[in-house]
């Protein structure tokens, strides 16, 4: 049987040389081609965020970029040169603006129990000497003023039918019965309607409300016009507001009526020289924007 067979030729055959050139080429065909491969951005981004969820992703970031972060593919790769050890670019991710909303953290958050009481400590004591500033400043306005009707009633003072003193934010401007009002009487007298004129002059001079307060002694009287001190003290007062408003410079808005009979005496109704000093009128002029509001300025109570 081997006598047979046909004895082959020694070597290879012929055309594997020109199969193994064909194989050649295309490896070279292809490796060109990875070499000038390049990886699509935009289609990465789609492909990451359509997998997103695959792979575990807790919070959404909207996306309006190409994704931001470390690529599993190394950044600096090149196919066509061998690459160079590099380190790792730390690239942060911005969230959107309502997001940083929930993120930011508060300053006072962030802030100790005793820091913020110390804050608040310091405000408070600003608020102190600003109100004591506010209340030493006002006092000056009022002794200043009260020195300057002082002065332009230098001559009813000097014959004591009118005094002028100041009560913490108040000037008290009293008209004494003597040569104002007859005995029993609300009208004024003739000659001290001139007294009223330049009292009128410096109370519109003055800001601040004004009010008008009777009074009486504690001597009773009923007659047919007046049933009580009640009525003859507010009575007075009445007299003296339209006094005031005779001058078009006084405000009726800042002026209010006060009868007070015998309620609230200067000294102890015990003597005629007694009952006399407390037969008045009173111009309270009240100090301060705290009246119009109906707060109370905090002014510290008069020495002596």
Not at 40 to 59: L, Y
Not at 126 to 140: D, G, N, R, S, V
Not at 180 to 195: C, E, I, R, T, W
């Amino acid at each position: 049987m081997s006598d047979d067979c046909p004895k082959c030729d020694a070597g290879l055959p012929p055309w594997l040389a020109t199969f193994a050139d064909l194989m050649s080429l295309l490896m070279c065909f292809f490796v060109l081609l990875l070499s000038f491969a390049e990886i699509d951005a935009i289609r990465f981004k789609k492909m990451a965020d359509s997998m997103k969820d695959a792979f575990g992703v807790q919070r959404e970031v909207q996306v309006t970029d190409i994704v931001m972060g470390t690529s599993v593919i190394k950044q600096e790769f090149s196919p066509s040169t061998i690459p160079e050890p590099s380190l790792v670019d730390e690239v942060r991710q911005q969230t959107t603006d309502v997001e940083k909303q929930h993120l930011d953290v508060p300053d006072a958050a962030s802030k100790s129990e005793a820091e913020v009481a110390a804050e608040a400590e310091a405000e408070a004591e600003a608020a102190e000497e600003a109100a004591a500033e506010a209340a030493e400043k006002l006092m000056q306005e009022i002794a200043q003023q009260a020195e300057e009707i002082k002065e332009a009633m230098q001559l009813e003072i000097e014959e004591k039918l009118v005094t002028v003193e100041t009560q913490q934010a108040k000037i008290i401007i009293r008209i004494n019965e003597k040569g104002s009002f007859p005995s029993g009487s609300a009208k004024l007298n003739d000659d001290f309607y001139g007294v009223m004129v330049r009292l009128s002059e410096a109370v519109a001079k003055t800001p601040g409300k004004v009010v008008v307060a009777g009074h009486s002694d504690d001597v009773p009287i009923s007659t047919n016009r007046f049933r009580s001190n009640w009525e003859l003290s507010s009575a007075r007062a009445v007299t003296v507001v339209h006094a005031l408003l005779d001058d078009p410079n006084v405000d009726p808005g800042r002026v209010k009526v006060e009868g007070h009979a015998d309620s609230q005496p200067l000294v102890p109704n015990d003597s005629r020289e007694n009952r006399a000093i407390n037969r008045r009128v009173e111009l309270i002029i009240e100090r301060g924007s705290d009246v119009e509001s109906g707060e109370a300025l905090a002014i510290p109570p008069a020495q002596g």
